[in-house]
């Protein structure tokens, strides 16, 4: 299945997908990698993590062992996680964890690290059942894998919920200390953040899980799917096979459930991940049903901007459907007596989710197809390096998206955000559908107002900012570059442009 999504993935170049950007080499010695620039450190730690494996690996092979290696990792870990049943089932359990909606739609959106705790997922649950057996398995099995999904603030959080609620509150005590400290590099650096206090709550309703396969809002979240942008969403979710795929799908994960109730294997496993998923599926639901209750966390509760896009929390409901649908055609096929009957109950119900979401296959059906950074950029990443202008970067136009001709066209965060030597000012204004969710980074503010006013040198010098990089076949270019015309040039291509801050009084 992993190879069956990647393979396209794996010719030269870097997959640059809305969120997702990976780049030559990511300086470790950017203040903003480690979560202390001016933005709001949404990317902590797995910038982090990435710039340290740069210095072993360049950004095109790691980007290519993360997605191939999470994948991997989801069905392995779903087959252990898993291994109770009989291989067809337990076949049919991990097709549906590795081939769902929730990993589509994350993958295209670019969401890698939420993929690679996804992937952690099944690991953990099968060490934290151990746990709550009264077992005493070796600390790293659970260790690594909740360290793994403590990446970004959110799959953090997700891992930790899970381990605590699997392990049982009578016996979690040392997984939930774990949990806290492989969360605290995004803590520390977001309670030390000025803007982490509070998030826009205008993003409550922008972030609404959205309805899906005819379904409503609550289908689109039993499915694991009604992520917010609907330009990442597969095609066939809108047919009505997917409809169709998930009625079935319903049907077996209650007849599983009925298995579990009666004492089957799934009994121990259900009762374990069911707090796990009705959490996951409460906070996915609250934008959409209470969106005033979740208005006012976010507005007042540090950290709160984290449950701003509930979809993501669906993950927590992942392991329990796998289990369910496990037992459901265990059950299923217990019934059936006639050889071939069974071994086609098994097949259909391996390669059902496959049918019924092709479209995820071959990089989403062409979405994710590698590219190549233009020479320019590498020669202007040279001469930022060799500049003696003193300050941080910053990015022009000012906007958070790209849609470059040499990504074919395709939405990405401003690359330049990582690409260069030197911690990046990037607009963290968020535009969906006309509506604007304003950003925290008061330095980027800073700039939007100075855009505006047409006073752009003397704001810059203000926010420390002693660089200049414009992007110049970006929309809104050729206007920006009339307010540069007082500044230096240090390099000039036909795509790109960096330019220095003339000093005061010039």
Known sequence: MALLVCAPMLAPGYVLSYDMVFVPRLDVTRADVWGLGSGTPRAVPSDAVVALANLALPGWLLQKLVLVGSLVAAGAGAMRMLERFGLGAQLAGTTWFVWNPYVAERLVIGHWPLLVAYAALPWLVVACLQVREGAAPRWWRWAVPLALTALSPASGVIGAVLAVTVCGWRRCGRVALVAVLVNLPWIVAGFAHPGAGSSDPEGVSVFALRPEAGLGRLGAALSLGGIWNADVVPDSRGLVTATVFCLVLWAVMALGAVAAWRGGPAREPVRALVPAAAIGLAV?????????????????????????????????????????????????????????????????????????????????AGRLEPVSYPAEWDEARAAIADSDAEGDLVSLPFGAFRAPA??????????????????????????????????????????????????????????????????????????????????????????????????EGR
């Open 284 to 364: 996915a639901l609250a934008g959409a049903y209470v969106p005033a209750a979740v208005e006012w966390v976010v507005e007042t509760v540090p950290g709160g901007g984290l449950v701003r896009d509930g979809a993501r929390y669906l993950a927590l409901l992942a392991p329990l459907q796998a289990v369910l649908v496990a037992s459901g055609v265990a059950a299923l096929a217990g019934r059936v007596r006639a050889g071939f009957a069974r071994a086609s109950i098994l097949a259909v119900a391996v390669l059902l989710p496959i049918a019924a979401m092709p479209d995820l296959a071959w990089g989403a």
């Open 406 to 503: 040499w990504n074919d066209g395709r939405v990405v965060l401003d690359p330049a955000g990582r690409y260069f030597p030197r911690t990046t000012v990037t607009d963290d204004e968020l535009v969906v559908s006309g509506r604007v969710v304003a950003g925290e980074d008061e330095r980027a503010d800073a700039v939007r107002d100075a855009l505006d006013a047409g006073d752009l040198a003397d704001a810059l010098r203000e926010q420390g900012i002693g660089l200049v990089v414009l992007t110049r076949d970006a929309y809104g270019a050729e206007a920006v570059e009339e307010q540069l015309s007082g500044f230096a040039p240090v390099y000039t291509g036909d795509e790109i442009a960096v330019y220095e801050v003339p000093p």
